[in-house]
């Protein structure tokens, strides 16, 4: 079933674990999954992860692990150790990459979700010209995301714009996490292809990642209410 307050992820954008515990000081009843990425994990380690995974919080791992099959497959051991519930793989590590951190992941006791990166929504068509690879980014996205589900993983994460392609090119039961989320007249920030929490749930994302619009919001609890209450609407009306 569908439960919005399972679908926000707020976005830990910040350097140190008294700013991170902070906010979720301020949302932990509210909101339930919250995503700690390179800065937060570089600057403070696993034992801040574990602190939350221990106070009853989600995790979502986004170090975006891209390396030979072996050492990916034991990064997702130790971070299903630490409780994540979601993590991220670069779906250009390839079939084995992908199949071997699935497969980590299913014979670990806490079974994180493995979500795989297509393609960094700060490239472009030309950009990846540039790596070799021709043709438009979203084509190559699609490829790469029907890699990732063959190869076993759960989901994809995506930018608001390719949604409705991935959707419809994946079916159901496939997550599709998007970035890149304003609620309706909210500041952009450095946010070029946005969209509103019920446009990316009407157009087929499972899950939504916003980091701002909450937690620099005066009421962070009251902004992520509203954008939960947002989401079910859109749920509802899909
Ligand atoms: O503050 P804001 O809502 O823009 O934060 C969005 C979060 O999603 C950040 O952690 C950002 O790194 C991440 N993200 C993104 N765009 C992507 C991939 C990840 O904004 N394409």
């Keep these: 079933m569908f ?43 696993p034992s801040l992860v574990r602190e939350f995974v221990e106070a009853g919080q989600k995790v979502f791992l986004d ?3 891209h390396d030979i099959p072996h050492t990916v497959a034991q990064a997702v051991t130790a ?4 409780g994540v519930s979601m993590l991220t793989v670069h779906a ?15 014979e670990s006791r806490s079974h994180p979700q493995i979500l795989a990166v297509t393609v960094l929504t700060s490239l472009s068509d030309d950009d990846l010209q540039t790596i070799g690879i021709s043709g438009r980014v979203i084509d190559h996205v699609l490829r790469l995301a029907g890699l990732a589900r063959a ?7 995506a930018s608001p714009q390719e949604v409705p392609e991935l959707r419809r090119e994946l079916g159901e039961g496939f997550a599709i996490v998007t970035p890149g989320i304003r609620p309706a007249g909210a500041e952009s ?9 019920v446009q990316a749930i009407s157009n087929g994302a499972s899950h939504i990642v916003v980091g701002r619009p909450i937690t620099h919001a005066p009421d962070p609890a009251a902004a992520a209410a509203a954008i939960i209450a947002e989401m079910e609407q859109a749920r509802i009306s899909r």
Excluded: W
């Design 3 to 45: 439960q919005a307050r399972d679908r926000l992820i707020v976005a830990l954008d910040v350097p140190s674990a008294t700013a991170a515990r902070r906010i979720i000081a301020d949302l932990g009843d509210v909101v339930s999954t919250f995503k700690v990425g390179k800065q937060l994990f570089t600057a403070e380690g």
């Design 79 to 82: 971070a299903a150790r630490l």
């Design 189 to 197: 920030n450095d946010q070029q292809r946005i969209a509103t929490p």
């Design 151 to 157: 190869s076993g993983c759960a989901g994809v994460v």
């Design 63 to 65: 170090l975006k692990f």
């Design 92 to 106: 250009s590590g390839g079939a084995k990459m992908l199949e071997a951190a699935a497969k980590a992941a299913a």
